[in-house]
């Protein structure tokens, strides 16, 4: 809302405000910053899963043991 306000104001704050708004948004669509957040989002599914795989293979040890220590 702020930012649609901003970009109708005309005068040098609204010139202002849109110059900072378009900068921002040139800068999140560039191709670096894109491929960045895209990288920081597989570096932290890469560290969920390999906490449940780790989870998973305890609870596979527990299980297995308990079996054999029944049987």
């Given at each position: 809302?702020?930012?649609q306000l901003?970009?109708?104001i005309r005068n040098d704050n609204g010139k202002r405000y849109r110059r900072y708004f378009l900068k921002l948004e040139e800068k999140w669509n560039d191709p670096q910053e894109v491929v960045k957040r895209g990288y920081e989002i597989l570096q932290d599914e890469n560290i969920q899963l390999k906490l449940e795989n780790k989870n998973s293979n305890l609870k596979l040890h527990t299980l297995i043991k308990s079996w054999l220590v029944n049987h």
């Open positions: 809302m702020a930012k901003a970009m109708m």
